[in-house]
């Protein structure tokens, strides 16, 4: 009989990170749930979980309170009896201009998408390290891991910083089996790009090769896909999952008629 395993998804009241919860839940994984403000969508993917055959704990987890909120890590760690997967999905962003944005405003970005998360894999690490039998730790980053965008400098900066910590994280924990890795996701129809319950496949995007958005399933998918002991040799490796809207560059570039871009 396989030994129980345990996650912790932070932002997994809605979107991207409650189909991940979900999705691992029915990998039969139990998972440690955490919100911002949404007690209500929190409340809603603990009972998918709970439907899906797994047990779940719920904590709020508000990331501009750091260092001390990582310490929710640890609460649903001992009450789930311990962490064998992380995945870093809570995050915010901004849309405006580098020469207007106030330093508060890329403080609590970076703060909230970098810092928490480090804090969090610090956490979840110790715990895996303690346990002897291993780990995995996903960083939900973002194409912006490696592309920019006009208006969203923190959110950019915050995730390749990720992206990066990723990469020192993989060679660190090696040593104890622990595998870390990204998942940078381009245009998911959720409710933080305010197409919440819309099905992708109504969303007309003719700049994207597959012609759509994404489902928060299908990056839920790669999430799980990494969490198996078939990617157990898979390691500081960014899975970029935007049906290939990052291909497009150079492409696109020439069929812009105007000067639109420069701007949020």
């Known amino acids: 009989m396989n030994a129980p395993m345990y996650a912790v998804v932070t932002g997994s009241d ?28 929190a409340a809603k993917t ?119 910590l990723t990469e020192v994280l993989a060679l660190e924990l090696s040593e104890h089996g622990i595998t870390v890795n990204s998942v940078a996701p381009g245009e998911i129809s959720t409710p933080m790009t305010g197409q919440e319950d819309v099905d992708p496949r109504t969303q007309p995007r003719p700049g994207v090769p597959l012609g759509r958005p994404g489902h928060a399933a299908e990056v839920a998918a790669v999430v799980a896909f990494l969490a198996t002991p078939a990617a157990g040799y898979v390691t500081g490796a960014s899975f970029v999952v935007d049906g290939g809207m990052s291909l497009m560059g150079p492409q696109a570039s020439g069929m812009l008629a105007d000067e639109k871009w420069r701007q949020p």
């Open 14 to 41: 809605s979107g991207i990170g409650k189909a991940v919860a979900v999705a691992l839940a029915g990998g039969g994984v139990d998972v440690g749930i955490t919100y911002h403000e949404d007690a209500d969508g």
């Open 46 to 164: 603990a009972e998918e979980v709970r439907e899906a055959g797994a047990r779940c704990a719920v904590r709020q987890l508000d990331l501009t309170n750091l260092p001390t909120a990582a310490a929710v890590v640890d609460e649903l760690a001992e009450e789930l009896g311990g962490v064998d997967i992380l995945v870093n999905c809570a995050g915010t962003g901004s849309s405006q201009k580098v020469m207007d944005m106030p330093f508060e405003t890329w403080r609590e970005v970076i703060s909230v998408d970098l810092d928490g998360a480090f804090l969090c894999c610090q956490r979840a690490a110790k715990h895996m390290i303690a346990a002897g039998r291993g780990g995995r730790i996903i960083n939900i980053t973002s194409v912006h891991e490696h592309l920019p965008r006009v208006g969203a400098a923190p959110y950019c900066a915050a995730k390749a910083g990720l992206g990066a």
